[in-house]
């Protein structure tokens, strides 16, 4: 597994929108390119906290507030925020979340905990192995063309449960059973025939963080909004023994 240093500022570098929704569906239902990678790198090991701060509202001060977070669970010095009266009684008008989160079901990998967000502070959508259908994909257009969100982070995870069972349903050629064949077929054009055993499902895990980046980024809505510079897709990954979470290229 490969690993980026920890020690650079957070920059992002927006690419051009590609590709229209009927590739989208004809990916959704069988292959698709992998997407393009984002260079960029982490925050320092600690920062303040965003309490009483303004809401991030570009896609760079959003991404350095989820990296800044995830430093500060790796530190194990959460400053738990969003979480008083006074946070709960403004929730009642309305929601401003600063980004969205597409993640894995995986319990270990809650995201506003590893990010050390609070009480409406991220939209988060979860899906097995962050495989993409229409509630998912109507669940992130609804927070960035509804509620303006400026940041979309597809999260992969070490140890992907999903992307292992693709794998060994490729190798073996078994249907997994139940709709967990569905969520199988979807990460198979991830899978990265360049390796094997364990290191294949942990390439894979890699490859299909940026094969939904990828196809999220070829929404017309959302590349629109990419073009423009009111929004970012980026992918990252958490590592399960580390707590830490690296930014996908």
Excluded: K
Excluded at 122 to 147: C, F, H, K, P, Q
């Amino acid at each position: 597994m490969t690993t980026h240093p920890d020690d650079r500022p957070v920059t992002l570098s927006l690419p051009a929108p590609r590709g229209r929704r009927a590739l989208l569906r004809a990916a959704l239902a069988s292959t698709a390119a992998l997407g393009a990678g984002v260079a960029t790198g982490s925050a320092p090991a600690v920062a303040a906290p965003r309490t009483g701060g303004p809401r991030p509202r570009t896609p760079q001060e959003a991404l350095r507030a989820l990296v800044h977070g995830n430093r500060r669970w790796h530190a194990r010095h959460q400053v738990h925020p969003h979480e008083g009266e006074a946070d709960r009684v403004a929730a009642v008008s309305g929601q401003r979340p600063f980004a969205l989160v597409l993640g894995c079901i995986d319990s270990r990998v809650p995201p506003e905990l590893i990010f050390d967000q609070g009480l409406g502070d991220l939209m988060t959508v979860r899906s097995a192995g962050e495989v993409l259908d229409e509630a998912v994909l109507g669940s992130i257009a609804y927070g960035v063309i509804e509620l303006g969100i400026p940041l979309v982070m597809v999260l992969g995870h070490q140890s992907c449960g999903a992307v292992a069972a693709a794998v060994r349903a490729d190798e073996t050629g078994e249907r997994p059973p139940a709709h967990i064949d569905y969520v199988a077929e979807r990460i198979r054009p991830a899978i990265d025939r360049g390796q094997t055993g364990d290191a294949r499902i942990d390439a894979t895990i890699t490859a299909n963080v940026r094969l939904v980046r990828g196809l999220l980024r070829a929404e017309p809505d959302i590349a629109t909004r990419v073009e423009a510079g009111r929004l970012a897709v980026v992918g990252a990954r958490y590592e399960l023994g580390t707590q830490l979470v690296h930014l996908v290229r």
